[in-house]
């Protein structure tokens, strides 16, 4: 099945990726499912029955978020690899507290994931987080209050069977 395959047979939801195409369902409304495609002819390349080993629990967590030099910023679903670019990074601190992780952070070097003491990197416009010796990219979060994946546009009331007539093709 192709990307639009499957948002014909599923409806139209809220794309999260950054790059790639990665679609958020909400399943039986307990659970979150997220269907990515490399491009516009990528192909789904597993079942409905494979589909559904994926699904995630629905939590009252947002997306991991950091606030740095007045900015808020998210991690992003897909991440690169930092093999070739770390001479590039700039440091600007280092993590120094936490909020909850049902809250966006509001204080500068503050974060919202247990990440105390990671370094923070300015990567361009965005930024990297090193922690525990790896390296995640968050980007500018410009709709503030909408935080993925628990809030804004998704298909709810999608049940599992639903998702079982996903077929490879």
Known sequence: MTREDVLSLLGGT??????IYIYLYEVDQQ????????SDEAQLGVTGEDLLKALVPISGDIAPMVYVNDTLYQ???????????????NLLGKIENTVSSSEEPKE???????????AVYQYGDNIVVEFEGKYWLYEHYRTKGA????TGKRAFGLHAERFRLCQVL
Do not use: H
């Open 75 to 89: 991690i992003v679903d897909s991440q690169p690899n930092f093999a070739d670019e770390k001479s590039s990074f």
């Open 31 to 38: 659970y979150l499912l997220r269907i990515p495609f490399a």
């Open 108 to 118: 500068n070097f503050q974060a919202n994931d247990d990440i105390v003491g990671a």
């Open 147 to 150: 935080a993925y994946p628990y």
């Open 14 to 19: 809220q794309d999260v990726g950054s790059g």
